[in-house]
């Protein structure tokens, strides 16, 4: 039998207790990523006032790390202007979670471009040009 992977405890506490699970309603933005490797797939809802993310929701399905890393990234850009949170790179996601194990590094990128994505969204919802370019690598393993 394989030993468990070495979670922090930041991830095992974002897994067992995600914030921010859910939808929103009229969301501003709305980005659907998924790795078709591992199967994990995050929808993230965004609500933007004044270019601010007001309110951020996610439903993840997928392994315990997919699951932290999107509650992690929704912690990490409520409240911040859309500048400050297309910052906010898969290393930082997973720097805030106490680092993750190599192999599921990969579940920090899908929860970035998962915000990329909603971004994204809400950009062309408001028939602006989309102000960065998407990355586009949690599809490579």
């Not at 699970?21 to 009229?26: A, D, F, K, L, Y």
């Not at 591992?38 to 309110?55: F, T």
């Not at 409520?78 to 579940?107: D, Q, R, W, Y």
Request: proline share 6%.
């Amino acid at each position: 039998m394989a030993e468990p992977l070495p979670y922090s405890e930041k991830v095992m506490d974002h897994f067992t207790n995600p914030r921010n699970v859910g939808e929103i309603i009229n969301a501003s933005g709305i980005g659907t990523v998924g790795n078709p490797v591992c199967g994990d797939v995050m929808k993230m809802y965004l609500k933007i006032e004044n270019e601010i993310i007001v309110d951020v929701k996610f439903k993840t399905f997928g392994c315990g790390a997919a699951v932290a890393t999107s509650s992690m990234v929704t912690e990490m850009v409520k409240g911040k202007s859309i500048t400050e949170a297309l910052t906010i790179t898969n290393s930082a996601v997973a720097e805030a979670l106490g680092g993750l194990p190599p192999v599921k590094m990969h579940c920090s990128v899908l929860a970035e471009e998962a915000l990329r994505s909603a971004l994204k969204d809400y950009y062309t919802k408001q028939g602006k040009p989309v102000p960065f370019e998407e990355k586009g690598h949690a599809h490579e393993e």
